[in-house]
């Protein structure tokens, strides 16, 4: 993997998936690093992700400008991915978006937001929240500068997710494919944990051991993750978008 072209494509792809599993609405964004030089991103220029074209991914810098001249509006939180990607360089995806089910764990701090269901093992053990008053006082809760984005990337360290308090969550991985999996089940994490809070009585979250287990020995691109992209760009109405990976042209080659 890895042209430049693909990586587009992906995006394009990764856009519509967020859109139509409501992780984004109108508002929210998925940036990819570049494959060509990793001192710049890609990311869709203002404009909801569902309706996000190849012509409005923009390349911006990790000081979250573009690198071309660029006349149209860009995202004002744009400074979430640059300064996520100055601080993380093996990261090489990131998303940012308001879903709602994970904003009371943001809010209401006693119940700490970690993997509850298998599959939100992905969003790993701890899920710091900050705060942006602590540092900036009464803004408008968004995040707009680099200054900003960088005491965000410090609260996120070295953590797949970080809730933003009163606003939405910042996500973090090593691919597209990953960020997108882990932002799907992010919310799906925290409608489980807020209702079994509704159930009353102890929580139980998983156990460390059962979360690095789910993690260990994975590839972004096996059967089992593919599985869940074609599904979701296909639901999205991108399936004829998908660069098909090796193993499913194996698979074709060699019925036995
Ligand atoms: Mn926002």
Same mark, same amino acid.
């Given at each position: 993997m890895g042209s430049l072209d693909t990586i587009i494509q992906e995006l394009v792809v990764a856009n519509r998936i967020l859109a139509h599993e409501d992780v984004v609405d109108a508002y929210g964004h998925i940036s990819v690093r570049s494959p060509d030089n990793p001192r710049h991103f890609f990311i869709a220029r203002s404009l909801a992700p569902e309706l996000v074209e190849r012509d409005d991914i923009v390349e911006l810098g990790l000081d979250g400008q573009p690198v071309r001249e660029e006349s149209r509006a860009l995202y004002l939180e744009r400074f979430i991915h640059a300064?996520?990607?100055?601080?993380?360089?093996?990261?090489?995806?990131?998303?940012?978006?308001?879903?709602?089910?994970?904003?009371?764990?943001?809010?209401?701090?006693? #119940?700490?937001?970690?993997?509850?269901?298998?599959?939100?093992?992905?969003?790993?053990?701890?899920?710091?929240?900050?705060?942006?008053?602590?540092?900036?006082?009464?803004?408008?809760?968004?995040? #707009?500068?680099?200054?900003?984005?960088?005491?965000?990337?410090?609260?996120?360290?070295?953590?797949?997710?970080?809730?933003?308090?009163?606003?939405?969550?910042?996500?973090?991985?090593?691919?597209?494919?990953?960020?997108?999996?882990?932002?799907?089940?992010?919310?799906?994490?925290?409608?489980?944990?807020?209702?079994?809070?509704?159930?009353?009585?102890?929580? #139980?979250?998983?156990?460390?051991?059962?979360?690095?287990?789910?993690?260990?020995?994975?590839?972004?691109?096996?059967?089992? #993750?593919?599985?869940?992209?074609?599904?979701?760009?296909t639901k999205a109405g991108c399936g004829h978008m998908l660069n098909q990976p090796e193993h499913a042209h194996a698979k074709k080659k060699a019925p036995k």
């Open positions: 300064a996520i990607y100055e601080a993380r360089p093996e990261v090489q995806a990131v998303v940012h978006a308001h879903a709602e089910e994970i904003l009371p764990f943001g809010i209401a701090r006693a #119940t700490p937001l970690r993997p509850v269901i298998h599959s939100g093992s992905f969003i790993g053990a701890k899920v710091p929240v900050w705060d942006i008053a602590d540092k900036f006082g009464d803004t408008n809760l968004l995040v #707009t500068n680099m200054e900003q984005g960088r005491d965000l990337a410090k609260c996120l360290a070295g953590n797949n997710v970080a809730l933003m308090r009163g606003h939405g969550f910042a996500s973090a991985a090593p691919s597209l494919i990953e960020v997108v999996r882990l932002s799907v089940y992010l919310p799906r994490n925290a409608r489980a944990l807020l209702r079994a809070k509704q159930l009353g009585g102890e929580i #139980t979250y998983l156990r460390q051991g059962e979360i690095d287990a789910r993690n260990r020995g994975y590839s972004p691109y096996s059967p089992e #993750t593919w599985r869940a992209w074609e599904y979701w760009a």
